[in-house]
């Protein structure tokens, strides 16, 4: 075999790689992209939990929110919730960042309303205090 016959086989090789890309590499792209039919995206956590309560005890001062969180129907999980305090239900641009208190919820069953505390700070005692939801995340159990 001489060198022309080994360049030519070099050039089928390659082209006959360049044919699988190009039919392959779309349909790969198109089941990569579709994902599971009719899945709809998840929705944000933030929509499971809400602030039920705030009050100030009066013993300490501070300020506690009321949180619930209703399970998702997809299966068990946590829920880490980020609660904020304010003296008003607006944002302030000029005010510095209002405090913030972590709850954490394990195990939600699905369809499951589960209810903790927040613990905010020590609240003026001239003012109202408004509790919110800032943020909230839900991990799957595994």
Same mark, same amino acid.
């Given at each position: 075999?001489?060198?022309?016959?080994?360049?030519?086989?070099?050039?089928?090789?390659?082209?006959?790689?360049?044919?699988?890309?190009?039919?392959?590499? !779309?349909?790969?792209?198109? %089941?990569? +992209?579709?994902? =599971?039919?009719?899945?709809? /995206?998840?929705?944000?956590?933030?929509?499971? #939990?809400?602030?039920?309560?705030?009050?100030?005890? !009066?013993?300490?001062?501070? %300020?506690? +929110?009321?949180? =619930?969180?209703?399970?998702? /129907?997809?299966?068990?999980?946590?829920?880490? #919730?980020?609660?904020?305090?304010?003296?008003?239900?607006?944002?302030?641009?000029?005010?510095?960042?209002?405090?913030?208190?972590?709850?954490?919820?394990?195990?939600?069953?699905?369809?499951?309303?589960?209810?903790?505390?927040?613990?905010?700070?020590?609240?003026?005692?001239?003012?109202?205090?408004?509790?919110?939801?800032?943020?909230?995340?839900?991990?799957?159990?595994?």
């Amino acid at each position: 075999m001489g060198v022309s016959a080994l360049k030519w086989q070099g050039w089928v090789v390659g082209l006959t790689a360049l044919a699988g890309l190009l039919v392959f590499a !779309p349909l790969g792209l198109y %089941v990569w +992209a579709s994902g =599971e039919p009719g899945a709809a /995206p998840p929705r944000p956590a933030v929509q499971d #939990v809400r602030v039920t309560g705030c009050r100030i005890d !009066p013993g300490s001062r501070r %300020v506690v +929110a009321a949180v =619930e969180v209703s399970g998702r /129907p997809e299966g068990i999980g946590g829920y880490l #919730v980020t609660v904020e305090f304010r003296e008003r239900a607006t944002v302030d641009p000029a005010a510095a960042r209002a405090p913030q208190a972590l709850v954490k919820l394990p195990n939600v069953a699905p369809d499951a309303t589960e209810h903790a505390e927040a613990l905010g700070p020590v609240w003026p005692a001239s003012t109202v205090p408004w509790c919110g939801v800032a943020a909230a995340e839900f991990t799957a159990a595994r």
